[in-house]
């Protein structure tokens, strides 16, 4: 398998889980947070939020810096915006805007909200 593609497959992996979404989210709202700040907000072990940590490092969704003894948590963004470009980008601007209305629309109808 080539690089390029071993490298999106990491991560759509690390998307794929929405534990790493919401480090992704975390880190993203307050960036270079310390692991014991992500597992206070996460509602789990410093032992499984290291292993979706890992993850995500490994997929180059987040990076860290040393600050002292403390590990930061950076979130980055790059990895994202190259699947975008890749996947997304590719359809009408427009016609996805018209796709996400039309969706929004009919579940709002089923659900008794219009």
Same mark, same amino acid.
């Given at each position: ?9 990491? &991560? ?15 880190? @993203?709202?307050?960036?270079? /947070? ?6 206070? /907000? ?12 890992? $993850? ?8 860290? &810096? !040393? ?7 950076? $979130? ?6 190259? &699947? @975008?470009?890749? !996947?997304?980008?590719?359809?009408? /601007? ?10 929004? /629309? ?9």
């Amino acid at each position: 398998m080539p690089k390029e593609m071993e490298e999106v497959g990491k &991560v759509f992996k690390a998307l794929a889980d929405p534990n790493r979404r919401k480090v992704l989210d975390l880190l @993203y709202a307050n960036n270079g /947070q310390p692991l014991s700040a992500l597992c206070e /907000q996460l509602d789990m072990q410093r032992q499984s939020a290291s292993q979706h940590i890992d $993850i995500l490092i490994d997929a180059n969704l987040v990076t860290v &810096v !040393w600050k002292g003894r403390e590990k930061l948590h950076f $979130i980055n963004p790059v990895p994202i915006h190259e &699947v @975008y470009e890749r !996947w997304v980008r590719k359809f009408e /601007q427009n016609r996805l805007g018209f796709l996400h209305d039309l969706k929004a /629309q009919l579940e709002g109808e089923n659900n008794g909200k219009t």
